[in-house]
T-cell receptor, first 111, second 115 residues
Framework: DQQVKQNSPSLSVQEGRISILNCDYT??????FLWYKKYPAEGPTFLIS???IKDKNEDGRFTVFLNKSAKHLSLHIVPSQPGDSAVYFC??????????WGAGTKLIIKP | DAGVIQSPRHEVTEMGQEVTLRCKPI?????LFWYRQTMMRGLELLIY????????DSGMPEDRFSAKMPNASFSTLKIQPSEPRDSAVYFC?????????????FGPGTRLLVL
């Protein structure tokens, strides 16, 4: 049973436009959410996070939104750049436990 | 800082053989994680060490898998005997502490193919 779901295996976006990556979760006890970015032949790297007490966190071109009632998390990238092409993993943490990961979404930025 | 170091980067072996994956965490980090990534299941946590002690090994798939951390700068993940379904990318990650909001730093991974 997947507690963290990224339903879109891939997403293609034009350079300069907004990229929106989505993540759904089932466990209302998750208290912390993260996005990691992964390039081919490299390990995932931390991108941005949000605590369950917030509904938005922004870092430069990256904004994460949390809708607790819908159990939905999204990552917005504005404007999208070619270097943003990567696999993006959503992860969630139940209080006191370790991360539970989504399967990832491959983002392709078209020139 | 060199980051998390994993070896080998690629491993091809035959079914039934023993496979040993190695990891050197970032110096000063006291938590270490082993993950497996497959197309079907995404990233799965296999085992988590804190201060060299295994804290949670509930993700280890079966007895064929074992992990050790003899000191703060080295960990191994062993598969014996290996099976084709073990083919995956195995990541090691470390973090400064074991707290729930500590950022994990990943190594480049070991791509394992069991024939």
């Amino acid at each position: 049973d997947q507690q963290v779901k990224q339903n879109s295996p891939s997403l293609s976006v034009q350079e300069g436009r907004i990229s929106i990556l989505n993540c759904d979760y089932t466990n209302s006890m998750f208290d912390y959410f993260l996005w990691y970015k992964k390039y081919p032949a490299e390990g995932p790297t931390f991108l941005i996070s949000i605590s369950s007490i917030k509904d938005k966190n922004e870092d430069g071109r990256f904004t994460v939104f949390l809708n607790k009632s819908a159990k939905h998390l999204s990552l917005h990238i504005v404007p999208s750049q070619p270097g943003d092409s990567a696999v993006y993993f959503c992860a969630a943490r139940p209080l006191g436990y370790q991360l539970i990961w989504g399967a990832g979404t491959k983002l392709i930025i078209k020139p | 800082d060199a980051g998390v170091i994993q070896s080998p980067r690629h491993e091809v072996t035959e079914m039934g053989q023993e496979v040993t994956l190695r990891c050197k965490p970032i110096s000063g980090h006291n938590s270490l994680f082993w993950y497996r990534q497959t197309m079907m299941r995404g990233l799965e946590l296999l085992i988590y060490f804190n201060n060299n002690v295994p804290i949670d090994d509930s993700g280890m798939p079966e007895d064929r898998f074992s992990a050790k951390m003899p000191n703060a700068s080295f960990s191994t993940l062993k598969i014996q005997p290996s099976e084709p379904r073990d083919s995956a990318v195995y990541f090691c990650a470390s973090s400064l502490g074991g707290g729930s909001q500590e950022t994990q730093y990943f190594g480049p991974g070991t791509r394992l193919l069991v024939l």
